[in-house]
């Protein structure tokens, strides 16, 4: 994910060359797409060379085969000289509030038990009292202008200088970021991977030879933070809105972290307690 290919890939406008790079990253010949949206692949063939326009209905039926995120699509519709279909939605906009309570109270439900809602990027948009009581552990200038979970998670002033399982935790959220990048084309997430990337103890441990992880008997990756005296060790369970229309909406992602024993729920209820 070098910078070269972020330019190349914003410079890039033309809806053929874009049509086919989602093919080739959902692995896909021209046949079988040309089949999943009852084209011919000479047809498809002539989209993808930019000798033939597609209209706005195959370029929709073709971003739900290949499943382009909505944000991508708008932009596959633009640059065919179409009109986005799909709005974004500002999150405080009034006509969210009743998605936005609906979130909050599920975040708030979760007590005493760190919850949040998160953006494409991983950027913090909702969370929970538990969750911001953690959020004070980070130092002033992870908390600006954004909270944004992998950078609070990876950095070395950050969760990760307190997470005792890093090698194992770290390389998940690495892997986990560059795969979205991969998958979605988003030059956001690939700025922010590369950034990543280049703190020095993430640096290192990606240089490093991959070792067993170290619960290996664990029926889930989990998170161990060694607070002063108390370790917490915990794991998480993610949820989407379903059928969404909006690409804010769409890309919103509620992650919830659980307890993985019974001192880590003791030490988050205690936490509760004295707030």
């Not at 929970?128 to 009581?133: D, E, F, K, V, Y």
């Not at 059928?243 to 209820?269: I, K, M, N, Q, W």
Request: glycine share 6%.
């Amino acid at each position: 994910m070098s910078r070269g290919w972020m330019a190349h890939s914003a410079a890039r406008r033309d809806v053929g060359p874009l049509l086919r790079d989602w093919r080739q990253r959902r692995k896909l010949s021209q046949m079988a797409l040309a089949l999943d949206v009852g084209v011919s692949p000479r047809h498809l063939s002539f989209v993808e060379t930019g000798r033939s326009r597609p209209s706005a209905e195959l370029l929709l039926s073709m971003s739900e085969h290949l499943a382009v995120p909505l944000r991508q699509r708008n932009e596959l519709l633009l640059a065919a000289g179409y009109a986005p279909r799909y709005s974004e939605t500002r999150l405080d906009a009034p006509g969210l509030d009743a998605v936005r309570s609906a979130l909050q109270r599920l975040l708030d439900a979760h007590e005493p038990y760190p919850g949040l809602a998160l953006d494409r990027c991983g950027n913090v948009v909702l969370a929970n009292a538990a969750a911001q009581r953690l959020t004070t552990l980070l130092p002033p200038a992870l908390l600006q202008p954004r909270l944004n979970i992998y950078r609070a998670s990876l950095h070395p002033e950050g969760f990760a200088a307190v997470t005792r399982n890093f090698a194992d935790w770290g390389r998940h959220l690495v892997h986990e970021l560059a795969w979205l990048a991969e998958s979605t084309g988003d030059a956001e997430l690939a700025a922010l991977a590369e950034e990543v990337m280049a703190y020095p103890n993430v640096a290192a441990l990606m240089a490093a030879r991959p070792q067993a992880p170290s619960d290996a008997g664990g029926l889930v990756l989990t998170c161990e933070m060694q607070l002063g005296a108390q370790r917490l060790t915990l794991f998480t369970a993610r949820a989407a809105i379903g059928a969404p229309r909006d690409v804010t909406l769409a890309e919103l992602t509620l992650e919830l972290f659980y307890p993985a024993d019974g001192a880590s729920e003791a030490a988050l209820r205690a936490a509760a307690t004295r707030a």
